[in-house]
Every structure is written in structure tokens, then in C-alpha cells.
């Protein structure tokens, strides 16, 4: 009964691969977001989606790139990765003024 | 997205206590909220206050809001050990709820 679940929840992998973060939420939100979370806990809005439409883009590097195949879901591909992607990367979904978080992605960079 | 500012950055007391968390933004706002985020954990949704609200209760958790000063405190009470987390204060000071502005959060320890 996860309202927004996110895998992997841990992910350690090498400079210059590519991986995907995948996310789904059971709210029936119309709204879904990527977030960074750095080591200093500051929290950066990377993308958010409505209704399976991009409505933030941030600006973040191009090797970042969302896909949202229905309201459901959204999920972050990573090309190309680099040490300083290193984070906490959350989903979030909402409808109205209240966010729903994902338990969060750790990425680390080797 | 600039971040709001909270302070204190951390805050230590004896379970028992009331803790208080203060947070302020730039412009004028919509409504403002507050969250919690244990260790390791993602953030959950605490508290919304709008902005022709006051204050606003939700169990041990009291918010007030001050537009005029432009600034938030969180209030719990009778803190206990399940407590301890970090808080953040997000508003709609973007313009938009979709891309609230959050703060740098308040690292909270209640000690047993």
C-alpha cells in the first residue's frame, strides 16, 4: 500500500554509466517531481510533471532526462554519470498543496 | 529555486521539552508548509498553513505564520525521542505550487 515507492532505494555505480530511477505513485496525484538532495540536505527541484506534461525543467544537465509514461509514473534516466551526481534523489507526487515523498534513491558515484 | 531560510540549523534538547523552529522567506506567499524528514528517510507532509491564517494546530505541533515579518515557527511540545528528525519549511513564494522553495531544514535531537 506504498502511496509513492521508488527503486532502487541504493545505487553504486561507476563514472559514466547510464542508469534509470523509477517511480510510481497509487495516489491518483496529477502532479510528480524529481528532487536532489545533497549532502548538506538542501533539497532541489529537478523536474515536475502534470498530467504526464513537463511543467518544470530546472536547470539541470541535459545527461538528465525524466519520462513520464502515464500519471503514474515518473522516472530519471542518467546518462554519462558524473562523482558530483552523487545524492539523494526523491519522487514526489501531489494534488492541491501537500507533497507526497518517495523513501528516496542514495546514488553514489564511483 | 533560491532556498528559504530556518533557523536554528540544529537543535538539541531533553525529551520533554518544546522545540521551537523558525523559518522565513522572501515574498509574499499563498500558504506555507512544513515537513519532517527522518534520517534516511523521505519527507513526510506535517502541517499547511495559508496565508491569511495565524496559527494552526495539528496535535503537539503548533504553526504560526507572521506575514508582516515574513517568517514561520514550529512549535512541538512535549517532545519526545520519536521526534528527532529534520524539519523543513517549504511556501509557494515561487509563484506556484509546483515549484515550492524550501528551506535548509532544522536538524532536530531530543535526548532521552
Known amino acids: 500500500d506504498t502511496a509513492v515507492s521508488q527503486t532502487p532505494k541504493y545505487l553504486v555505480t561507476q563514472m559514466g554509466n547510464d542508469k534509470s530511477i523509477k517511480c510510481e505513485q497509487n495516489l491518483g496525484h496529477d502532479t510528480m517531481y524529481w528532487y536532489k538532495q545533497d549532502s548538506k540536505k538542501f533539497l532541489k527541484i529537478m523536474f515536475s510533471y502534470n498530467n504526464k506534461e513537463l511543467i518544470i525543467n530546472e536547470t539541470v544537465p541535459n545527461r538528465f532526462s525524466p519520462k513520464s509514461p502515464d500519471k503514474a509514473h515518473l522516472n530519471l534516466h542518467i546518462n554519462s554519470l558524473e562523482l558530483g551526481d552523487s545524492a539523494v534523489y526523491f519522487c514526489?507526487?501531489?494534488?492541491?498543496?501537500?507533497?507526497?515523498f518517495g523513501s528516496g534513491t542514495r546514488l553514489t558515484v564511483v | 529555486s533560491q532556498q528559504g531560510e530556518e533557523d536554528p540549523q540544529a537543535l538539541s534538547i531533553q525529551e520533554g521539552e518544546n522545540a521551537t523552529m523558525n523559518c522565513s522567506y522572501k515574498t509574499s506567499i499563498n500558504n506555507l508548509q512544513w515537513y519532517r524528514q527522518n534520517s534516511g528517510r523521505g519527507l513526510v507532509h506535517l502541517i499547511l498553513?495559508?496565508?491569511n491564517e495565524r496559527e494552526k494546530h495539528s496535535g503537539r505541533l503548533r504553526v504560526t505564520l507572521d506575514t508582516s515579518k515574513k517568517s514561520s515557527s514550529l512549535l512541538i511540545t512535549a517532545s519526545r525521542a520519536a521526534d528527532t528528525a529534520s524539519y523543513f519549511c517549504?511556501?509557494?513564494?515561487?509563484?506556484?505550487?509546483?515549484?515550492?522553495?524550501w528551506g535548509a531544514g532544522t536538524k532536530l535531537i531530543i535526548k532521552p
Open positions: 498553513i495559508r496565508s
Open positions: 514526489a507526487s501531489s494534488r492541491g498543496r501537500g507533497y507526497t
Open positions: 517549504a511556501t509557494d513564494e515561487g509563484g506556484s505550487n509546483y515549484q515550492l522553495i
